[in-house]
């Protein structure tokens, strides 16, 4: 496909589960970006990945995150012992890269709605 | 710590009319700005950018403009029209580090409607 592709859509699970978020980004997008939106708010950066190494993880919560992107290409975002607070939707994004050659915008998935009951 | 502030959750105008959503910042660092549109259930759209040597950036009906020493950043719709109804999202940037790539931070959005 043309764009980025996050499954599932829609994921329910109970507090205290694991689950996994998996990110397809535009083909040739070198750059990769997790970001977290919770009802009302904008979107807050989790994790950026340049190629397969993870360059930024600063907006990762706590050590119950995760997420690697072993080949470069898809990306899976996991989460431990989930609470009702991570309840939100999470965003995949990707870019042209790496930095130093031009800004170029975020291109990003239609989300995964996760709610933990 | 909100670095990149909208302070109108909501924005409601006529259809050809202009609509200007606003955007206020605190990171001086800040040196690349971006609107994004958000329909219901889908992911932030790019719609416009503006870099921190520019003042003015113009694509068809959508222009950005950029005041630095003011910390301040519009988005300007002329004419409005319906299809223009969605969430827009003012994003800033900054080059500090090599490992910060295009790290993006988001305001919390202003909710536009164009009445027909």
């Known amino acids: 496909g043309a764009g980025v592709s996050q499954t599932p859509s829609n994921k329910v699970t109970e507090k205290g589960k694991y689950v996994e978020l998996r990110c397809d980004p535009i083909s040739g997008h070198t750059a990769l970006y997790w970001y977290r939106q919770s009802l009302g708010q904008g979107p807050e950066f989790l994790i950026y990945?340049?190629?397969?190494?993870?360059?930024?993880d600063s907006g990762l919560p706590n050590d119950r995150f995760f997420a690697v992107r072993p080949e470069g290409s898809v990306s899976t975002l996991k989460i431990q012992r989930t609470e009702r607070g991570d309840s939100a939707v999470y965003l995949c994004a990707s870019s042209l890269g790496p930095p130093g050659q031009g800004r170029s915008p975020l291109h990003f998935g239609n989300g995964t709605r996760l709610t933990v009951t | 710590d909100q670095q990149v502030k909208q302070n109108s959750p909501s924005l409601s105008v006529q259809e050809g009319r202009i609509s200007i959503l606003n955007c206020d910042y605190t990171?001086?660092?800040?040196?690349?700005f971006l609107w994004y549109k958000k329909y219901p259930a889908e992911g932030p759209t790019f719609l416009i950018s503006?870099?921190?040597?520019?003042d003015k950036n113009e694509d068809g009906r959508f222009t950005v403009f950029l005041n630095k020493s003011a910390k301040h950043l519009s988005l300007h719709i002329v004419p409005s029209q319906p299809g223009d109804s969605a969430v827009y999202f003012c994003?800033?940037?900054?080059?500090?580090?090599?490992?910060?790539?295009?790290?993006?931070?988001f305001g919390e959005g202003t909710q536009l409607t164009v009445n027909p």
């Open positions: 990945f340049q190629g397969t190494g993870a360059a930024d």
């Open positions: 990171n001086s660092m800040f040196d690349y």
């Open positions: 503006i870099s921190s040597i520019k």
């Open positions: 994003a800033a940037s900054a080059r500090v580090a090599e490992t910060s790539g295009s790290r993006l931070t």
